[in-house]
């Protein structure tokens, strides 16, 4: 049995605000991930998965807060440890993050080069000023950029789609063995989607990333990009398989919405009309009895409200629904 | 006998800017739209989509060819109150799209400044109150409310509240689904449906979703960098693609059934 | 109510506000508790501090505390009128100018920059020089206002240009609100706290150009204001003479105010502008 490179388990994150509230952005998540596998999570804006991205790194920065669970990078524990430590020995080397809106990450006042030795630097002061930029050539070359023009360039003189693979090229410089990519395409429009979707393949490809994190709430994407998929809803997974079991065939309610929503533009199916619900993803701030999916859930039973939904086993993959089958 | 199309374009361009840093936003743009039909305006950021959506809501001048609006140019009557009459719009984000320091309430009201008789206040409540439950919002839930109070799905509501009140031949909807969560997307378009169902409205629809808008509309307009690339019947233009951007396009979108991208190692 | 509460919880606007209200109190309460009195002859000339007169007297033997206060309530009597008009005025040419763009706002800048060039002081100078009788505090005050505005216009007219695209503006627009009711009611309301700032720093302005033209001799020719208390000092050579209290406190005033002023200024920036709060 291949050892996972990656274990969240039971993870527990709150923020606490100004007034004392505490909000469990994300009430027990757990999976792991094999070397070479990329798991989506696919939930939309409030289910916690931007927290979980926090989480997951082990960045505990006021107001977020650990409440419990555990992140274990190839069999060793990433959390609990000192600030200095977490930045220095796991950020970017163990565990890396391609972030949201990434086009506007980049340090518009410093060339490429620059940004990408900070990078390395940060974790290895002896890094000789020569050796390094041959290996920046080298690594960005290997990623189809045309390494001179670009490590040379400030941001702003580079179109979207190259400051995108350049964010990815910095992020991935020392070879992590996770990267979590917080919605990386978001910004972007198609082609250019598709170009840094490639290039993340390529990367995992060449073993210069361990495994994929990759956080979406556009569902065709992840048809196309992730072995497993996990739908996060209010803070906790709701369903968690392979990509075809929750694609084709959904079966908590929650995720069954999801699907129902999407319009593809193929042919012969553009004419679906997709399901709408009403109501919106509930409040964190007050502990939810019951389902959390219940009030909008178009097939709720009474007993829903009533019982915490656990996650079982409902063909061959996660589901956190009583009822489903 | 066909009625009159709502809105008739020929070599219409937008540019902005002079000289050497002349940039050209819409290009020798050319269409008819017909009445009650339903067009989707559809291509990437920067496509231009959104400068030719304002031209035809009168917000933004051509700066050559011409726009007719029911026969007539669209600039024939210097007070523009007497096309946004018939011409409305609701935008993408809701939140912004309201002042922050007015209620929600009195945002609605403030319609009925376009109105040529000004109806008396009790007709004023009545017909905010029917707008308002036309899109399932109780009036006491937004009693006295501010927009930073209201969730983004129902101040998406609330702009679609307006157009219940102002009930316009023309409703441009810049993108009205793209900042909703998906889960609400459905809801946004069943209520688009109705009011065109209601109103006899023709709908002009931006979208850079070629799914939705093949979904809702009769008719596409595929816009690249400022030109209309394509025009036609969804199910032709995604089988039969004549331009070469709309083929690209459509060959970048993931969907579920076409091979996109594959992994080598997968 | 929070606003306040966050307000009064910073540090440096409780400490500026509090400088302020100090002066503001003593010029307005000042006559009621003290016996003012800048006619009256009340010992010789530039005698030195004594229980019986706290800060001496001026060159005409007058009492100098009346003086500082009378000219206290003069110099924030202009500040204020003079900061209104300025404001007002540049305020309305910079919303105008650049909600509208185009012409209109071509024409205004250009008004603007005419007005900015111009050195304000020398106009204040001529204006002040050819109004030989009559040059009362009040005609000071609106001279100063009418030349000092520019620097409200530009500073509005760039807020306006980055809130006329936005899209609650648009949607003002196709509910048929004219200009007019668009500047009103969806441009202003979103640049209070900034026109507000404007004020305060358009008041400390007023104030420091009256002490100038006072330290001109071109000051107001029936009151006592502090610029004038500092030139008369001046003239009447009271440094040399040592008789620090003739010029000292009323320095130590306008400074006071003005600072008071600023500081107020940049704690507002900070609980305004949420991304300068820590």
Redesign the interface.
């Not at chain 2, 912004?96 to 007015?102: E, I, P, R, T, V």
């Not at chain 2, 850079?208 to 979904?215: N, S």
């Given at each position: 049995m291949e050892t996972p490179i990656f274990e969240v388990d039971n993870l527990r994150a709150h923020y606490l605000t100004r007034f004392g509230q505490k909000i469990q952005a994300v009430d027990g998540v757990s999976f792991s991930l094999k070397p070479g596998e990329i798991l989506g999570i696919a939930g939309e804006s409030g289910c916690g998965k931007t927290t979980l991205v926090s989480a997951c790194m082990g960045l505990y920065i006021p107001p977020l807060h650990l409440s419990g669970g555990d992140v274990r990078v190839d069999g060793q524990s990433i959390l609990g440890m000192d600030v200095e430590v977490n930045r220095r020995d796991i950020l970017g080397k163990k565990i890396s993050m391609i972030p949201q809106g990434a086009l506007n990450s980049l340090n518009p006042t410093r060339k490429v080069r620059d940004l990408a030795s900070d990078m390395i630097r940060s974790h290895d002061d002896r890094a000789d000023k020569k050796a390094l930029y041959a290996r920046l050539r080298t690594r960005f070359e290997k990623l189809g950029m045309p390494a001179d023009e670009v490590l040379n360039a400030y941001p702003v003189q580079l179109p979207a789609g190259m400051k995108q693979r350049v964010v990815i090229g910095i992020s991935t410089l020392l070879d992590p063995r996770v990267v979590i990519a917080d919605e990386p395409t978001s910004a972007l429009d198609v082609s250019t989607q598709k170009a840094v979707i490639k290039l993340l393949f390529e990367l995992m490809d060449q073993g210069i990333i361990g495994s994929m994190l990759f956080i979406t709430h556009e569902l065709p994407l992840l048809r196309h990009v992730s072995n497993d998929i996990a739908v996060m809803y209010a803070g906790e997974f709701v369903e968690l398989g392979k990509t075809e079991q929750i694609i084709f065939d959904p079966r908590q309610p929650y995720t069954k919405a999801l699907m129902g929503s999407m319009l593809s533009a193929e042919p012969g199916h553009a004419g679906q009309k997709p399901v709408a619900i009403e109501g919106a993803p509930p409040n964190l701030a007050h502990p939810i009895q019951g389902c959390r999916f219940a009030e909008r859930c178009p097939v709720a039973m009474p007993e829903c409200k009533a019982k915490q939904q656990q996650l079982r086993l409902v063909r061959a993959r996660q589901v956190r629904c009583q009822y489903a089958e | 006998m066909p009625s009159e199309p709502k809105f008739q374009a020929e070599a219409l361009s937008r540019s902005y800017g002079h000289g050497k840093k002349r940039v050209l936003a819409v290009k020798n743009a050319s269409f008819t739209i017909p009445s009650q039909d339903i067009v989707s305006i559809v291509g990437?950021?920067g496509c231009g989509k959104t400068v030719l959506a304002k031209m035809l809501?009168r917000?933004e001048t051509p700066s050559s060819g011409s726009l007719l609006f029911n026969g007539k140019p669209i600039a024939s009557e210097r007070d523009?109150?007497a096309h946004?009459r018939s011409v409305?719009?609701v935008?993408?984000?809701p939140f912004?799209?309201?002042?922050?320091?007015?209620t929600i309430r009195a945002q609605l009201r403030?319609?009925f400044?376009?109105f040529l008789r000004k109806p008396s206040r009790d007709e004023m409540e009545a017909r905010v109150d029917a707008a308002l439950l036309a899109v399932?919002i109780k009036p006491k839930e937004i009693e006295g409310k501010y927009p930073f109070e209201l969730?983004g799905?129902q101040m998406q509501r609330m702009l679609l509240a307006r157009i219940f009140i102002l009930r316009p031949e023309v409703l441009i909807a810049d993108e009205p689904t793209s900042m909703v969560?998906?889960?609400?997307?459905?809801?946004i378009?069943?209520y688009l449906m109705k009011l065109k169902k209601e109103l006899d409205m023709t709908i002009v629809f931006v979208t850079?979703?070629?799914?939705?808008?093949?979904?809702i509309s009769n008719s596409i307009f595929i816009m690249h960098q400022g030109e209309i690339v394509e025009q036609g019947p969804?199910?032709r233009v995604?089988?039969q693609p004549t331009s070469h951007v709309t083929r690209?396009?459509?060959q970048?979108?993931?969907?579920?059934?076409?091979e996109?991208?594959?992994?080598?190692?997968? | 109510m929070k606003l306040l509460k966050t307000l009064l919880g910073s540090g440096s606007f409780a400490f500026g506000m509090g400088l302020f209200l100090l002066t503001l109190l003593s010029a307005l309460l000042g006559p009621l508790l003290l016996h003012v009195d800048v006619s009256t002859r009340v010992g010789l000339a530039y005698l030195a501090p004594s229980s019986s007169h706290w800060l001496g007297t001026d060159h005409l033997g007058l009492d100098m505390v009346s003086l500082l206060i009378s000219g206290l309530r003069s110099s924030l009597y202009v500040g204020f009128l003079a900061g209104t008009v300025a404001t007002t005025v540049g305020t309305s040419i910079g919303l105008y100018g650049g909600y509208k763009g185009g012409l209109i706002d071509d024409v205004l800048t250009l008004s603007t920059n005419l007005f900015l060039v111009i050195p304000s002081l020398i106009v204040l100078i001529l204006l002040s020089a050819s109004i030989e009788n009559g040059r009362s505090l009040t005609l000071i005050a609106l001279i100063i206002g009418c030349t000092t505005w520019t620097w409200s216009a530009r500073a509005v007219r760039a807020q306006a240009v980055s809130l006329r695209n936005r899209d609650h503006v648009a949607l003002a627009r196709i509910n048929g609100y004219g200009t007019f009711g668009i500047v009103l009611f969806h441009i202003m309301p979103y640049l209070l706290s900034y026109i507000f700032m404007v004020f305060i720093l358009q008041m400390a302005t007023g104030i420091l150009c009256e002490a100038s033209l006072s330290m001109l001799g071109l000051g107001p020719y029936d009151s006592v204001s502090l610029g004038k208390i500092l030139n008369e000092a001046k003239t009447n050579e009271a440094l040399t003479d040592g008789a620090w209290w003739a010029f000292a406190p009323a320095l130590v005033l306008i400074t006071t105010i003005v600072f008071s002023l600023y500081v107020i200024n940049t704690s507002l920036e900070g609980v305004f502008n949420p991304r300068l709060r820590k």
């Open positions: - | 990437q950021s809501l917000l523009p109150r946004f409305q719009a935008f993408q984000d912004s799209a309201f002042n922050q320091f007015f403030s319609c400044k376009l399932n969730s799905g969560d998906a889960c609400s997307r459905a809801n378009l069943d850079h979703d070629i799914g939705l808008a093949c979904y969804p199910e995604i089988s690209q396009l459509l970048d979108i993931p969907d579920l059934h076409r996109w991208l594959s992994r080598s190692s997968s | -």
